[in-house]
């Protein structure tokens, strides 16, 4: 051992002062994730507002860790929440035990299910982490209107059919109409933090959508 | 090589010994499986010993219980015949084995293997992609069979077919007209296990459809079977659609609490509630077949009255929520002023088991010094409790008692105040069994040939309520005309026979006379285990008399306190004692006052009753009047066992293991430690094992006292009918609260009369009328029936309310029958029109409008 090497040491240190920080700066300005990385997930509507899920539990099935659970219910002439006979009466994600495996979101028939890039699943309070369908619901979007109302992109057979079609049909009628059709917003562009809440509730919105 | 077959029920004539070369025995065949020898009864069906090989075959429309109909084609295998191969694969399930037989299932046969999964494609042509919202997804034979050994895929590209979906063929029962392969097990089991042929194939071709014939629900009380049997998602419930998924199901085998016949269920429950339950297989009790009471009627035991603490009646005279500990000591306290004060009537109800029936008999012996205990919650005599000590107490199947499969097995059967379908409906189910597979003759003495007897092909010996007694008698006439004296003839007895008297004298005497086989069938399913249990005023457990010294000793010892050596007071004899205030409290269990014969006095005699304390599900008449309340566990929520009609012990555990009631046996012994007595009944096994401690006895089958058969009717007054009543299967009892889709399947209530006496009162048939009694009257529509003369028949519940409540009224009394006054409407449950069911079903049915 020298007598110089303590002074190396300090070295070191010293001259790490004049090199970029590594670390981030999380939670005051957390970094963004690549634009594809899955988390949260989400509940998607279609274009009129009616819910996708139609409660067929197939993604608590698929689940490996039981993070999901999923009541149905019978869809009614006057209290219709999603097209068809069934809809999810209850939709719960327990965070404390998904692993973000994805399995869900692939089993799920109706699209319904994705996951947004929204990672911020830490909280202090166990019984907050259990999402419920509520918070996992998709915000309506300009043009939705909140369940339960009939469907109002044709009769329910054809909507079932041929939706991609209809929808078409449905936004050029509006937009023939002279209606705008709500774009969704621009997402924020990469290496950009955002770091306000308000923002993440943007960003939630913009990625991952699958509104149609 | 020679298969050695697993165990079933067919003789083991296959083993090691068993000589490949020598020629079958008796009533077998000889054939080949896969090129294994084997041996198997003659006239089964090739699926069935392909099934004992372990080897599976496909198929959706075999079962084992209906008869074969091979209308799926999945089952095919490849058959030689004397050497020649069959020109096309041929169905397992309909090909009975034969001397000679060579088959080829898949394993062996690639044709056959391709057969069936070509199959599976065809039938899955027109099958929808329902899968994720369809309740059987995840359970299905069809989709399990298509994963297994179809194709998987479809190359069917073309529109599928569609139907209108669903469509309510009852308030219970929905329809998915698509998702239905057209197999007929529902159709079969209709016509041939519960014999109501409301459902059928209707149309041809790739428009065949199951369907209900214009305004004729699928209304039969064995329509849930259906679901459980149909192989897809075509057939299911009201009550479950949509709720759950297999996976999510925590399952529990169980034995049903609602009647006496003891069936085998399994409970699936989610989350704490019972979500469905289904028939269990039991082949010596219900097969595999149960009633849509046991089936659907469970939530009862999550309703909204249940009762979650001990109430205790304050100094300001109403009930409030007490803590367990000042429950005990109020009830305690109470109980043993009650008894200074003249002593204490313990009215068990006929609904528990067998440990909780016991505790209820100890506790009066030994806590409350007395044998003023019943469990007869309906009419009841001294008369039938001799009749139960003398013919029914102590017999089981393991004592020779009569089984289901010894009604099986009967060339006749006599049915006496009993009317199977209504009233214990697995035993109809066997009787039909029987009458159909092997012509067993059923007799029926009753003042008409009701649906249920129509259907096991009886022969009907009408006699007037009260004129059974003579009807009995004749009988046992020489000529034999029930064929009573043929080997293994049965005499069955229902409870009602207690509402006359001398019938079960008269009936006991004409199966001593014939050497008939004698059984007693009540409805409830705890009574027999009650009976058995001891908690009756004359008998102690196991049979033994009150009245006989040693068999009092044996108590005695066991339970290491005197017992009163003089029989106590009936559940009439207590009610009426506590009305006269000879009675310083009571002490009940469930009992439902508008189940007893005289429903006003019972009241009177509660509210008489000095200090009353009550154990109960749920608020009841008995708890708004009680001053202690306790709160006890409903049957899913405990363990025990059932005593079945036949005496079978069907014992069953928790299904819902969180919900944490105390049953009534846990319930009064800490009451009992409250009074420092010991039950030992905290547990059923600890009850149990108390229960053996008394040792072995055997039951003097001595008749202790003579009731002599009276053959007089009693007298009508002028103008007067005489009112024949019983209960129906599905009447509004409390079990079936909060099932409206259950209450829409009801039978229509309805009063009959014979065309001469409906004729005599100027009634026409579907006229509304009004039936009098003392204390009201009913109106229903009339319905004129083959009957006798000179009476009127009436359900035991009309619109959900006894009928005795509701016009003073029972089996026996004269009434009045008149043309309802032209503003009067019949009798409806608000319960029956089903708020739910009429708004999503209402739009695609048309002709269902309830049962009224
Ligand atoms: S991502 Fe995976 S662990 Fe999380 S809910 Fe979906 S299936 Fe379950
Ligand atoms: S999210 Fe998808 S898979 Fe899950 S219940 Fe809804 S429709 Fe079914
Ligand atoms: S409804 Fe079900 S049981 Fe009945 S024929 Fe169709 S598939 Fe078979
Ligand atoms: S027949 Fe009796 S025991 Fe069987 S399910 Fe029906 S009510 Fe329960
Ligand atoms: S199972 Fe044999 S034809 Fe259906």
């Known amino acids: ?212 | 090589m020679t298969a050695t077959l697993p165990a079933t029920e067919t003789p083991a004539i296959l083993g090691p010994a068993w000589d490949a070369d020598a020629p079958a025995p008796d009533g077998y065949v000889k054939f080949v499986i896969d090129g294994q020898d084997v041996v198997a009864p003659k006239g089964e069906m090739v699926i069935r010993t392909c099934e004992r090989m372990g080897i599976e075959i496909t198929r959706f429309c075999d079962h084992p219980l209906l008869e074969p109909i091979a209308a799926c084609r999945q089952c095919l295998v490849e058959m030689e015949m004397g050497g020649r191969m069959m020109p096309k694969p041929q169905p397992a399930c309909a090909v009975a084995v034969a001397d000679g037989l060579v088959v080829h299932t898949q394993r062996t046969s690639a044709v056959a293997a391709r057969a069936q999964w070509a199959n599976v494609e065809f039938i899955l042509t027109n099958h929808p992609l329902d899968c994720p919202m369809c309740d059987k997804g995840g359970e299905c034979p069809l989709q399990n069979q298509d994963l297994a050994h179809g194709p998987g895929e479809s190359r069917f590209k073309e529109a599928k077919r569609t139907f209108v979906k669903p469509i309510a063929i009852s308030t219970e029962i929905l329809l998915d007209r698509d998702r239905c392969i057209l197999c007929y097990r529902c159709t079969r089991f209709s016509e041939e296990i519960a014999g109501d042929p409301f459902i059928d194939m209707l149309g041809r071709g790739v428009r065949q459809q199951v369907g209900t014939g214009p305004e004729v629900p699928f209304q039969s009380y064995f329509s849930g079977n259906t679901i459980q049997i149909c192989p897809v998602g075509a057939l299911t419930s009201t009550a479950y659609r949509f709720r759950s998924r297999a996976f999510d199901l925590k399952s529990a085998p169980t034995i049903c609490e609602l009647c006496s016949a003891g069936c085998e269920l399994r409970t699936d429950h989610r989350s704490g509630k019972i979500l469905r339950r289904y028939a269990g297989e039991n082949g010596d009790v219900n097969e595999e077949w149960n009633c849509d009471k046991g089936r659907f009627a469970f939530r009862y035991v999550t309703g909204d009255d249940r009762l979650r603490t001990p109430l205790v009646r304050g100094t300001d005279g109403s009930l409030a929520p007490a803590s367990w500990t000042d429950a005990m000591t109020a009830a305690a306290a109470g109980l043993a002023r009650a008894k200074a004060a003249g002593g204490v009537g313990v009215l068990a109800g006929g609904r528990l088991t067998v440990t909780d029936a016991y505790a209820y008999g100890k506790f009066a012996r030994v806590a409350l010094g007395t044998n003023d205990v019943d469990f007869r919650a309906r009419a009841h005599s001294a008369e039938e409790l001799d009749f139960l000590a003398r013919r029914v107490v102590g017999v089981s199947p393991k004592t020779g008692g009569v089984t289901y499969r010894g009604l099986e097995a009967a060339k006749h059967v006599l049915l006496v105040a009993l009317e199977p379908e209504e009233e214990c409906p697995i035993v109809f189910l066997r009787l039909r069994k029987a009458a159909r597979r092997h012509g067993t003759q059923i007799t029926a003495v009753a003042p008409y040939a009701s649906y249920g007897l129509h259907k096991m092909g009886g022969v009907l010996i009408p006699a007037a309520p009260g004129a059974e007694n003579a009807a009995v008698a004749a009988l046992a006439g020489a000529d034999d005309p029930a064929g009573l004296r043929t080997d293994g003839a049965v005499i069955l007895v229902g409870e009602r026979a207690a509402e006359v008297p001398g019938l079960l004298t008269a009936v006991g005497e004409l199966a001593d006379a014939t050497g008939a086989r004698l059984a007693w069938v009540p409805r409830r399913a705890g009574e027999r285990g009650a009976l058995d249990a001891g908690a009756t005023p004359t008998l102690l457990p196991g049979g033994r008399a009150v009245t006989d010294a040693a068999a009092r000793a044996q108590v005695e010892n066991a339970w290491g306190t005197a017992i009163p050596e003089t029989p106590g007071r009936d559940t009439a004899g207590i009610l009426a004692a506590a009305a006269a205030g000879e009675l310083g409290g009571l002490l009940i269990g469930g009992v439902e006052l508008d189940d007893l014969p005289d429903p006003a006095a019972a009241r009177r005699a509660v509210e008489n009753a000095g200090f009353v304390v009550s154990l109960e599900l749920r608020r009841s008449e008995v708890t708004d009047l009680a001053d202690v309340v306790f709160p006890v566990a409903a049957a899913p929520e405990k363990a025990g066992a059932y005593l079945d009609w036949e005496g079978r012990v069907r014992p069953f555990n928790t299904a819902l293991k969180w919900a944490g009631g105390l049953d009534d046996g846990r319930v009064l012994d800490t009451l009992g430690v409250e009074m420092d007595v010991d039950l030992y009944t905290q547990t059923p096994k600890s009850a149990t094992e108390d229960l053996a401690r008394l040792g072995a006895y055997e039951i003097p089958r001595t008749r202790t006292a003579s009731y002599p058969p009276t053959t007089a009717t009693p007298a009508a007054a002028d103008g007067a009918l005489t009112l024949a009543s019983w209960r129906l299967l599905l009447d509004g009892s409390r079990a079936e609260d909060g099932e409206p889709h259950l209450a829409g399947t009801r039978r229509p209530e309805s009063v009959r009369l014979s065309p001469a006496t409906a004729e005599r009162l100027g009634l026409a048939d579907g006229t509304l009328v009004t039936l009098t009694g003392t204390a009201g009257s009913v109106t229903l529509p009339l319905v004129v029936t083959d009957m006798v003369d000179g009476v009127v028949w009436a359900p035991g519940r009309v619109a959900g309310t006894s009928l005795a409540a509701q016009t003073g009224a029972r089996a026996g009394d004269g009434v009045t029958v008149a043309a309802a006054p032209p503003d009067a409407v019949a009798a409806v449950d608000p319960d029956v029109v089903a708020s739910e069911a009429e708004g999503r079903l209402g739009s695609l049915v048309t002709g269902m409008g309830g049962s009224k």
Request: with cysteine; hydrophobic share 30%.
């Open chain 1, 1 to 212: 051992m020298s007598i110089l090497d303590p002074l190396k040491g300090f070295g070191v240190t010293f001259g790490t002062m004049f090199r970029g920080v590594v670390t981030e700066d999380y939670p005051v300005n957390p970094a963004p994730v690549a634009p594809r990385y899955r988390m949260r997930h989400r509940l998607n509507r279609h274009p009129d507002g009616l819910e996708k899920c139609i409660g067929c539990e197939l993604c608590a099935w698929a689940c490996p860790a039981d993070a999901i659970y999923v009541e149905g219910g019978n869809n009614t002439p006057d209290a219709r929440y999603s097209p068809g006979e069934r809809y999810a009466k209850d939709y719960q994600i327990n965070y404390l035990r998904c692993i973000g495996c994805g399995m869900c979101v692939e089993a799920c028939p109706t699209r319904s299910l994705t996951m947004i890039n929204e990672y911020e699943l830490a909280d202090d309070d166990r019984q907050r982490l259990i999402y419920t369908k509520e918070q996992l619901l998709s915000p309506l979007l300009p043009g939705m209107e909140q369940p339960p109302h009939p469907p109002r992109l044709g009769t329910e057979k054809d909507y079932y059919v041929k939706g991609p079609e209809l929808l078409k049909e449905y936004n050029d009628a509006r937009r023939a109409a002279g209606d705008k059709i709500p774009q969704p917003p621009p997402l924020p562009p990469l290496g950009v933090a955002t770091g306000q809440s308000a923002d993440r509730v943007l960003r939630s919105t913009s990625r991952g959508e699958d509104a149609s």
